[in-house]
């Protein structure tokens, strides 16, 4: 006895594909090339892998001085135990 075929509504949807993972995806290419050019050359590769690290470090810390200046409309830098350097931006239209 045969069967009926199968009503399409039953059946299950394809995946659709987001926003969020065309990026994604992309990067992933991204970084298999790197990790093949990484492989070729491991001295560079090293290099790089590094550059990209404190880059990283110094772009938190960046962050972090910045966001301190705009609060505290001030920058202070510590020279050791020779003291310190204090810049700080007075409001222009102050009440006297």
């Known amino acids: ?3 009926p ?6 059946r299950p949807l ?3 594909t987001s926003p969020q ?3 994604v995806s992309w990067a992933m290419m991204a970084a298999v090339v790197l990790l093949v050019w990484g492989v070729s050359y491991p001295q560079l590769g090293v290099l790089t892998a590094g550059a990209l690290g404190a880059l990283a470090v110094v772009r938190s810390h960046i962050h972090r001085l910045a966001r301190c200046v ?3 409309r001030r920058l202070t830098i510590s020279l050791g135990r020779h003291g310190h350097i ?4 007075e409001r222009c239209c102050r009440p006297d």
């Open 70 to 72: 705009s609060e505290c």
């Open 1 to 3: 006895m045969s069967r």
């Open 14 to 16: 394809p995946p659709r």
């Open 5 to 10: 075929p199968v009503d399409p509504r039953d």
């Open 21 to 23: 993972s065309v990026p």
């Open 86 to 89: 204090t810049v700080s931006r």
